[in-house]
């Protein structure tokens, strides 16, 4: 595996449910970034780990819980979503949390919550 | 606060025309100034970035861009349009300052190219 990758590519979920997205780099990064697309909204920043610490937290609801245990992965732990939630995930990753550093982004997860 | 416009929510051009999208931003320092192209069913990756190093920056894809400071404006083209190049494109300003994430993008732009 090359790049950043993302599991699962697509998910529905009911709204009571517990389900968990999975981001890996192989690019030896050392900052990692959730992002929220939706069709309304533009790139929304949810979450940004550097050296395994959670540096920026966008007031995201506490549905959605991130960790981040290595410097390679990148959860996002979800439960009691709502409708709204709904949106391609995206996870990206760059060489340090610097203002100059490329993403790299992985090809998303697609949520649906019904 | 630095922050970013992308004039245009959808442009569409015949195949083999001039590709033109349009990006200005606003930043209190020298910023870092990227384009990053996402087609269907992908994420995001890198068409090109400003470092500050030379105005006028060429890309992947055949593509480059023009820093104009005084226009504050880092607009990005192409010669001529390829059915290939339908895709959403961002721009994106990040400049380092204090309390600043590294990315601020702007809301996209969707090319169609019409054959």
């Known amino acids: 595996e090359t790049g950043v990758t993302q599991t699962p590519r697509h998910l529905v979920m009911g709204m009571t449910n517990k389900k968990s997205l999975k981001c890996e780099q192989h690019?030896?990064?050392?900052?990692m970034y959730w992002y929220k697309q939706s069709a309304k909204k533009p790139l929304e920043l949810m979450f940004v780990y550097s050296l395994e610490e959670r540096v920026e937290n966008n007031s995201v609801p506490s549905r959605f819980s991130p960790e981040c245990p290595n410097s390679s992965h990148l959860f996002l732990h979800l439960h009691t979503l709502q409708p709204e939630d709904s949106a391609l995930y995206l996870c990206a990753s760059s060489q340090e949390y610097l203002a100059g550093d490329t993403q790299y982004f992985g090809p998303g997860t697609r949520l649906t919550v019904l | 606060a630095q922050s970013v416009t992308q004039l245009g929510s959808h442009v569409s051009v015949s195949e083999g025309a001039l590709v033109l999208l349009r990006c200005n931003y606003s930043?209190?320092?020298?910023?870092?100034l990227f384009w990053y192209v996402q087609y269907p069913n992908q994420g995001l990756q890198l068409l090109l970035k400003?470092?500050?190093?030379?105005?006028l920056v060429k890309g992947i894809n055949g593509f480059e861009a023009e820093f104009k400071k005084s226009e504050t404006s880092f607009h990005l083209t192409k010669p001529s349009a390829h059915m290939s190049d339908a895709a959403e494109y961002f721009c994106?300003?990040?400049?380092?300052?204090?309390?600043?994430?590294?990315?601020?993008f702007g809301k996209g732009t969707r090319l169609s190219v019409i054959a």
């Open positions: 994106a300003v990040s400049d380092g300052t204090s309390g600043n994430t590294p990315h601020v």
């Open positions: 690019l030896g990064h050392n900052a």
């Open positions: 930043s209190s320092v020298p910023p870092y």
């Open positions: 400003y470092t500050s190093a030379a105005t």
